[in-house]
């Protein structure tokens, strides 16, 4: 009886130790080994992405105030039956109907106790019904119609350009850099309370703070960061972890993991031409993952297929390429419907035009005459058209 009890225990502990090392064992290969998107394995890249787009709309804003007009849509989201569109440059942030008529302007600019001194990026705090703003050194949290109700001091030193709501009690703010500590992601809660820090550089002044290559991507969803210079994108684990999930290969002259530090010998190569790398702008949602990046001298987009981990670039079907890069820029948000949203300027519109020999106009009618009757009758009073969009 003894001999029978000691290996029924004996039984249960061995089987306990299992259960509880698998998932960190699965946890210790993920972190290991992030997969590999290779740009150039050509067995990948044949296919036109213009045929996985499907369930494809369009939207003509309207009603915009001259003197509040839209120079470049950066950020759009849609939520509680509105959009919210940023524009950067004129540091507006536009509310909209679904039908795309005017509504208001968000926020006022200035240096007063509940103005913000330029817009760096926004999202909303879905479960607070929160917009928040954040300028070089706070954030400013509005309700849902556009009303102010608090401003947050975060430090003169960090100047954040860019956040994402992690969960309820996590924001993540892409700053700088902390001048004592040389950190590039600060995790605070709504309040501004410190939760954690990530992304240390090894050492002081060996950082700068790239505006094309490097930083953070989230809209509501998971959260996503590259260091400057560096092809290797993380996902934020709150409060302050980073796991590593996508290894981008651009070839040979893919910029190298181990140099991502060495700033100086990276802007030589850039003048020089000789390097490739993923630039700031990325997308990744459930089933794709979209970024833009530089070979060379040339600035592309790719898309990877997750779920089939095909890959297909703006550069491999010639007859295409240039509708293919003025139709599938990487998104600037997702609607409702889980689609890509993206934006098309009228004068971005006249360029594609002017340079594309007759054959983009062509191209763009083919893919869908209702758009491009309404681009071809675009002007400077009527000129910002949303689009909507998913991939297969």
């Known amino acids: 009886m003894k001999i029978i009890l000691g290996f029924l225990i004996l039984s249960l502990l061995t089987f306990s130790c299992k259960e509880k090392n698998e998932p960190q064992n699965k946890q210790e290969k993920i972190t290991k080994s992030p997969i590999e998107v290779n740009v150039i394995n050509q067995n990948t890249v044949k296919r036109n992405i213009l045929n996985q787009v499907r369930s494809f709309e369009f939207l003509a804003l309207k009603g915009i105030p001259v003197d ?9 989201i849609e939520y509680n039956g509105k959009l919210l569109l940023l524009d950067k440059m004129r540091s507006n942030l536009h509310l909209f109907t679904l039908d795309g008529d ?115 991507n989230g809209d509501g969803l998971d959260t996503y960061y590259n260091a400057p210079t560096s092809s290797l994108v993380y996902k934020i684990i709150p409060p302050a972890d980073l796991l590593p999930l996508y290894q981008l290969n651009f070839g040979t002259n893919t910029w190298p993991e181990n140099k991502k530090y060495y700033h100086q010998e990276f802007d030589k190569e850039i003048m020089n031409l000789n390097t490739s790398y993923l630039n700031h702008s990325y997308k990744i949602t459930t089933g794709w993952f979209i970024f833009s990046y530089t070979d060379k001298n040339r600035n592309l987009y790719g898309y990877y ?88």
């Open 102 to 216: 005017f509504i208001k302007i968000i926020g006022v600019k200035g240096d007063g106790p509940e103005e913000f001194k330029s817009i760096k990026d926004f999202s909303v705090h879905k479960n607070r019904n929160e917009i928040i703003i954040i300028d070089h050194e706070s954030m400013l949290i509005y309700d849902l119609n556009g009303n102010f109700k608090n401003k947050v001091y975060l430090g003169s030193n960090l100047s954040p350009n860019s956040l994402s709501i992690l969960d309820d009690d996590h924001i993540a703010f892409n700053v700088r850099v902390d001048s004592n500590e040389y950190y590039k992601i600060l995790i605070t809660d709504i309040h501004g309370n410190v939760k954690g820090k990530a992304a240390k550089f090894p050492e002081a002044g060996k950082y700068l703070n790239f505006e094309f290559t490097g930083g953070m």
């Open 305 to 392: 297929n997750i779920n089939n981990q095909q890959v297909y670039t703006s550069n491999n079907i010639n007859n295409s390429q240039r509708l293919i890069r003025f139709l599938l820029p990487v998104p600037i948000g997702l609607d409702s419907k889980n689609r890509f949203i993206n934006s098309i300027e009228f004068e971005t519109f006249l360029s594609f035009k002017r340079n594309g020999n007759g054959e983009f106009m062509k191209d763009l009618k083919n893919f869908n005459l209702d758009l491009f009757h309404e681009l071809d009758k675009m002007n400077y009073d009527n000129s910002i058209i949303l689009t909507f969009y998913q991939l297969k």
């Open 68 to 76: 509040k007009s839209i120079l470049k849509v950066n950020k759009a």
